[in-house]
């Protein structure tokens, strides 16, 4: 075996036992010397790969986003249905994505809601592309819709982002776990209908 393929896999073993320990525990109660004994490695080892315990989180964040954000690219893309139609497939997508891979759902919950205080920056830097994305999908729905004409697109897409903040607040005093999180996303969905449909109830013969 080449030495950059043992690299390579010897890393991996050291991703699987540190993202099973920080979705199980959370960066704050999750311990090196845990992600250690499950697969056998010593902690020279894994420090010889991350350097501290931040970075060995912070690559498990950025592999959840990577892959979540790809997935989204992939199995997502406006179309001519109504925007509600639209917003429940891409919350759709989103779950299913952590019902395939569910090892990611309480470090991207972590992440989101309540990160550890040191690592906000870094967490926000590797969340860009998919915050750059969400927002992309925001402006493509909102494209075809007339919107009232003291209200630009980007006033729309930063009213979202300050209910997500609020929603975001909400569960990080509750306490949110794996289970939980689906109700956050159903929240953040809703958030987004009433932004855009108000709570009025509308005629069966009103586009949508």
């Known amino acids: 075996m080449k030495r950059e393929e043992k690299n390579q896999q010897t890393r991996r073993r050291i991703m699987d036992s540190a993202l099973t320990e920080f979705a199980n525990q959370g960066y704050g ?17 894994i420090y010889h790969y991350f350097k501290t315990k ?12 990577q892959l979540l954000t790809q997935y989204l690219k992939s199995s997502f893309s406006v179309d001519e249905h109504p925007i509600e139609k639209q917003l429940e497939k891409y919350f759709s997508i989103r ?9 990611y759902q309480p470090i991207f919950c972590e992440a989101v809601v309540s990160p ?5 920056a870094e967490i926000q830097a590797i969340k860009q592309d998919f915050d750059s994305l969400n927002i992309k999908i925001l402006e493509d729905l ?20 300050q209910l997500q903040d609020f929603i975001n607040i909400k569960y990080q005093i509750a306490g949110i776990s794996e289970k939980e999180y689906e109700r956050r996303d159903e929240s953040c969905r809703k958030a987004l209908n009433i932004l855009l449909y108000g709570v009025l109830a509308r005629k069966e013969n009103e586009n949508v």
Not at 116 to 120: C, G, I, V
Not at 142 to 156: A, C, D, G, M
């Open 29 to 45: 109660a999750s311990s090196v010397n845990t992600i250690c004994g499950v697969q056998g490695i010593s902690k020279g080892i």
């Open 54 to 65: 931040d970075n060995l989180y912070l690559a498990c964040i950025e592999e959840c986003f």
């Open 95 to 103: 779950m299913t994505f952590f019902q395939e891979h569910p090892i």
């Open 116 to 120: 550890p205080a040191h690592l906000k």
């Open 142 to 161: 909102l494209l075809p819709l007339s919107l009232r004409p003291e209200i630009s697109k980007s006033e729309v897409v930063d009213a979202f982002r």
